[in-house]
């Protein structure tokens, strides 16, 4: 393959890798925003959508294996591809992810509101993905580095917002409205898994950010 024919194979390559981030956010906005209104159609649209994420991972995957196998790439253009190998897959996670939040909306009911600002976790879950995939788009390693100090903020965050539901769970105990204690802890179960899926979205932004750096500097400080 002449260098030419070569090079433009990275750029696609990174092109297609933003093109998934795209949409995987897309995903994960509409996630959100069904689990904050209770849109049962749009929860359903992202589960459905988690196909053509799925075969877009696929068709990354093989893209990224042609040109281990076909070019051997070798220093700053192998470490590229194998970035960016690893990053599809976080973004194919956050896809999954994106689906879980859809679940929940669908089997989201009436019980006792809990004192959680879920969507304040999920914005900013979702920006850091966002930004993470800038840092990518750019090799913005200071980028890299922001992206895993506000990930110590997301887990506070989430960490906040565990206690305060057990705290709403005892205290409805307690109270007068045993009655309601089995829709709570449906509320509860919920609200604690879409909690530890959010953080969970912050993580696979921070591994972005550390394939990023890898990428860029070949280091592995922040890779785990």
């Known amino acids: 393959m002449p260098r030419e024919e070569y090079q433009s194979s990275l750029e696609d390559l990174e092109a297609d890798v933003e093109a998934m981030g795209r949409d995987v956010l897309s995903q994960l906005d509409d996630g959100l925003d ?56 976080d973004l194919e996670r956050v896809g999954d992810l994106a689906v879980n939040l859809g679940e929940y909306a669908l089997a989201t ?55 305060r ?18 829709r709570l802890m449906d509320g509860v179960s919920r609200t604690l898994l879409t909690v530890r899926d959010l953080e969970r979205v912050g993580d696979h932004a921070v591994n972005i950010a550390a394939r990023t750096l890898y990428m860029t500097e070949n280091d592995p400080e922040l890779i785990y």
């Not at 009436?110 to 999920?122: M, S, Y």
């Not at 539901?165 to 089995?182: F, K, M, S």
């Open 165 to 182: 539901v057990v705290r709403d769970l005892i205290e409805h105990e307690a109270g007068e409205d045993a009655w309601a204690v089995e």
């Open 109 to 163: 009911t009436d019980e006792t509101p809990l004192d959680v600002d879920v969507a304040a976790i999920g914005a900013d879950a979702r920006e850091m993905v966002a930004d993470a995939l800038d840092a990518y788009a750019g090799a913005d390693t200071a980028a890299c580095h922001a992206i895993a100090e506000r990930d110590d903020e997301l887990d506070a965050h989430c960490q906040r917002a565990n206690e």
């Open 34 to 89: 069904a689990l904050e209104a209770g849109d049962d159609d749009l929860a359903r649209a992202v589960i459905a959508g988690d196909d053509a994420i799925n075969d877009r991972y696929l068709d990354l995957e093989r893209e990224c294996i042609d040109l281990f196998a076909l070019q051997q790439p070798v220093a700053g253009d192998l470490r590229f591809v194998a970035a960016s190998f690893k990053i599809i897959t």
